[in-house]
């Protein structure tokens, strides 16, 4: 999923998503990464905005909401401070990532034993270590992204649902109103989009079924009689 083309989610406007870097986070790194991290959401069509927002960054990506922490630079004599800040932020956040950069072998031991010593709870939040910190940005691009294709597979879905159940329903409206002698599918969608449910057709008076469709008064009748005549609706019809 992370590795489909960004451009999947590009909308009419030509725009990815929006990347909102905290402008704390962004005085803390050095100009040349953040002129790539510029330029790697331009080429993949995403907007940036510096804000004053808690986490490094929220992704908005595909109807999508994902918040990062980035750590550029583990340091190992100072982790109390960073765990208190992930745990606070993992409360405000449903979708929270913790990306890491850990260059050499004594700064990832010194993550393991950080992560252990302070009772992280496994995936809560998610960390991604890296070895270096474009990779790292690239990482964190990645997973907003598979998230936010994820929420649009999750919302076509849905609305296809919806859309089976619909024209389901409409099927068996067909089936009942159609059941009416000489009610045709035409006269039963004219019923359909003017009056409504079977229901609002039932209550109908023939004046009104005759204001708002496009029915004969002989059929007009019908329908009225058809809902009010036990003799008529329970009597054999041959359509």
């Known amino acids: 999923m992370a590795d489909q083309n960004l451009s999947e989610l590009v909308n009419s406007d030509g725009v990815s998503g929006v990347c909102m870097m905290s402008n704390t986070w962004k005085v803390e790194q050095h100009p040349s990464f953040i002129n790539f991290i510029s330029t790697f959401l ?8 510096f804000v004053g927002i808690a986490p490094d960054f929220i992704f908005n990506c595909g109807g999508s909401s994902v918040a990062f922490i980035f750590l550029t630079n583990w340091d190992c004599t100072n982790v109390s401070p960073v765990f208190g800040r992930i745990q606070k932020l993992r409360l405000q956040f449903a979708h929270l990532y913790v990306v890491i950069t850990l260059a050499t072998k004594e700064q990832n031991d010194s ?16 960390f991604v270590p890296v070895q270096d910190m474009e ?20 919302a076509t879905t849905k609305l296809k649902s919806e859309r089976k159940q619909a024209v389901q329903g409409m099927d068996v409206f067909r089936q009942v109103v159609t059941s009416i002698p000489g009610i045709d599918a ?31 008064a002989e059929k007009a009748e019908v329908i009225f ?15």
Do not use: W
């Open 186 to 216: 035409h006269d039963a969608n004219a019923l359909n989009q003017a009056i409504g449910s079977i229901e609002a057709i039932a209550k109908a008076s023939k004046e009104y079924i005759l204001e708002n469709t496009d029915l004969s």
């Open 135 to 154: 990779m790292g940005f690239e990482k964190i691009v990645k997973i907003a992204h598979s998230l936010g294709v994820c929420k649009q597979q999750d």
């Open 225 to 239: 009689r058809f809902f009010r005549d036990p003799k008529f609706y329970l009597s054999p019809k041959i359509n």
């Open 42 to 49: 331009n080429a993949n069509s995403f907007r940036l905005n």
């Open 111 to 126: 993550f393991v034993r950080s992560y252990f010593k302070f009772g992280t709870e496994l995936g809560k939040p998610t």
